[in-house]
C-alpha cells in the first residue's frame, strides 16, 4: 500500500516536471519562430507588418534583447526615430551587440538628416568589410538620406558603387534608373536598368511599368507598345499600362482604341495626375478631329483633376479661341505661361541645390515655390532639408508651422515654434507628421 502510494506520487511529480519543462520550451520555440516571421517581414520591406507582430512579442515577452532591437529596426525604416533609439537602447542594456546596435543608431541619425555628422562611420564600415546584408543596408541607407536631403551627385554615386558591388541589386538598379530620368533625361539608361531588374525579377511590377515608359519616351515606339502589353498580360488592371498603351495607340494611328483606354483612366483608383493625363489626351484626340466642345470638356475636366498643367492650359485657351471665347482664352494662356514660368525656376533651382547641397536660400525658395503648386507634402519634405542644414532656422521652422496648422497638427506647429524661441541641444520632429 505504502510502495504504491509512493510510486504515486513519484509519477505525479515526474508528470509535473515534465509540464514545468515543456511550457519554458514551448514559449522559446513560439518566441523564436514569431521572431523568425518578424525578420522575414522586415527582409520583404513589410515593415508595419513586422512592426505588428514584435509589438505583440514585446508585449506577451517584454524584456526581450532580440525582439527590442528588431523593434528598434522596424522602427528606423518606418522613421520613426524617438521609438527606434528608445528600443535600441533598451536592446544594449539587455545585452544586444553593442556592434548592431550602434550601427542601427547611426543608420538612423543619417537618415534623420544628421548626414555630416555620420556619413564617415558608415563608410568607414562598408571599407572595413561586412557581411551582404549589412553592407546593402548601408548602401540602401546612404542612397535614401542623400537623396531626402537632395544631395544627388553623392546619392548617384552611392548607387553606382552599390551596383558595381552587387550587380543584380534590384532597388539599387530602380533608384539609378529613375535618378536618370529625373536628371538626366537619359531614358536610354534608365530602360537598361529596367531591364537589369526584369532580368532577376520579372514580376516586378514597377519596373515593368517604368521600363515600357522610358522606352515610350526615348521613341522607340514598338518596343514600348510590345512592353506595355507584356504588362497588361501579367497584371491586367494596371491603369497605368492602359494610360501608356493608349499613347502608343494614338501614336500608332489606332485612335479609337486609345480613346477606349484613356476613358478607362479617368474612373480608374490612380493619381490625380494621371486621370489628369488621360482626359488631356482625350481632349487633345477630339481638338484635331475639330470637337471643340468635347475638347474644351476634357481639357476642363483634366485641370480639375490637376491645374498645374501648363500644355493642358494651353491647349484651352486655343481652343477657347476657335469657340470665340477670348476672355477665357487669354486666362488660360496667361496661366499656361505662369505655371511654365515657375516650372522653369524649379527646375533650375533642382540643378542649383545639386552643385551647393548646402545653400538652405535654393532649399527655401524651393519650398515657397511647391508650396505655391499647392503640393504641401513636397514643401514639408523641402523645409525638413532646411532644418537637417540649419536647425535653428527660423523662417523654416515658422513655414512648418503654418504647414501643420492647415493639417489640424498643432503640436507638431507647437514644437517647432518653441525651437525657434528655445532651441535644445537636440532637433526638434522633422520627419514627424508628414505624409508617408
Not at 105 to 125: H, K, M, N, P, V
Request: net charge negative; with cysteine.
Amino acid at each position: 500500500m505504502f510502495r504504491s502510494r509512493s510510486r504515486t506520487c513519484l509519477l505525479l511529480l515526474g508528470i509535473a516536471l515534465v509540464i514545468g519543462l515543456a511550457v519554458p520550451a514551448r514559449n522559446r520555440i513560439y518566441l523564436a519562430v514569431r521572431v523568425q516571421r518578424a525578420r522575414a517581414a522586415l527582409a520583404d520591406r513589410s515593415f508595419a507588418k513586422a512592426l505588428e507582430i514584435l509589438d505583440a512579442l514585446n508585449e506577451a515577452n517584454p524584456q526581450q534583447k532580440e525582439v527590442c532591437y528588431l523593434l528598434g529596426l522596424a522602427h528606423r525604416r518606418l522613421l520613426q526615430y524617438d521609438k527606434s533609439f528608445e528600443y535600441l537602447q533598451q536592446a544594449e542594456q539587455l545585452g544586444w551587440p553593442l556592434s548592431d546596435v550602434t550601427r542601427q543608431r547611426y543608420l538612423a541619425r543619417f537618415q534623420a538628416g544628421d548626414i555630416e555628422a555620420t556619413q564617415g562611420y558608415l563608410y568607414s564600415l562598408l571599407q572595413g568589410g561586412v557581411d551582404d546584408v549589412v553592407a546593402e543596408e548601408i548602401y540602401e541607407t546612404l542612397a535614401q538620406g542623400y537623396l531626402s536631403e537632395a544631395r544627388f551627385q553623392d546619392a548617384g554615386l552611392v548607387l553606382t558603387h552599390w551596383i558595381e558591388w552587387q550587380p543584380n541589386a534590384v532597388r539599387a538598379h530602380l533608384w539609378l534608373a529613375q535618378f536618370q530620368e529625373t536628371f538626366a533625361e537619359d531614358w536610354n539608361a534608365a530602360a537598361e536598368h529596367y531591364a537589369k531588374i526584369l532580368e532577376v525579377e520579372p514580376e516586378h511590377r514597377e519596373a515593368r511599368l517604368r521600363f515600357a515608359n522610358a522606352l515610350f519616351k526615348g521613341q522607340k515606339l514598338e518596343q514600348a507598345h510590345g512592353e506595355f502589353q507584356e504588362l497588361l498580360r501579367r497584371f491586367p488592371e494596371e491603369p497605368l499600362g492602359w494610360l501608356g498603351l493608349g499613347h502608343c495607340e494614338q501614336r500608332l494611328g489606332n485612335g479609337p482604341e486609345a480613346a477606349k483606354l484613356f476613358q478607362r483612366v479617368t474612373t480608374a483608383d490612380v493619381a490625380t495626375v494621371y486621370r489628369a493625363e488621360a482626359w488631356a489626351a482625350l481632349g487633345q484626340m477630339a481638338m484635331n478631329d475639330s470637337q471643340f466642345e468635347r475638347a474644351v470638356e476634357c481639357f476642363e475636366s483634366a485641370l480639375r483633376e490637376d491645374p498645374r498643367q501648363v500644355q493642358t492650359h494651353h491647349l484651352l485657351g486655343n481652343t477657347y479661341a476657335r469657340l470665340g471665347q477670348q476672355d477665357k482664352a487669354k486666362f488660360h494662356l496667361e496661366q499656361s505661361q505662369s505655371v511654365l514660368r515657375q516650372n522653369q525656376r524649379m527646375s533650375e533651382l533642382a540643378d542649383e541645390i545639386t552643385k551647393s547641397p548646402q545653400d538652405v536660400a535654393l532649399r527655401m525658395e524651393m519650398a515657397e515655390l511647391v508650396t505655391e503648386s499647392g503640393d504641401t507634402d513636397a514643401a514639408i519634405r523641402w523645409l525638413q532639408t532646411v532644418i537637417h542644414i540649419e536647425p535653428t532656422h527660423a523662417a523654416a521652422r515658422e513655414a512648418l508651422a503654418n504647414l501643420f496648422v492647415e493639417r489640424g497638427m498643432n503640436d507638431m506647429a507647437a514644437a517647432h515654434r518653441r525651437f525657434v524661441t528655445s532651441p535644445s541641444p537636440t532637433v526638434a520632429p522633422t520627419t514627424t507628421g508628414t505624409t508617408e
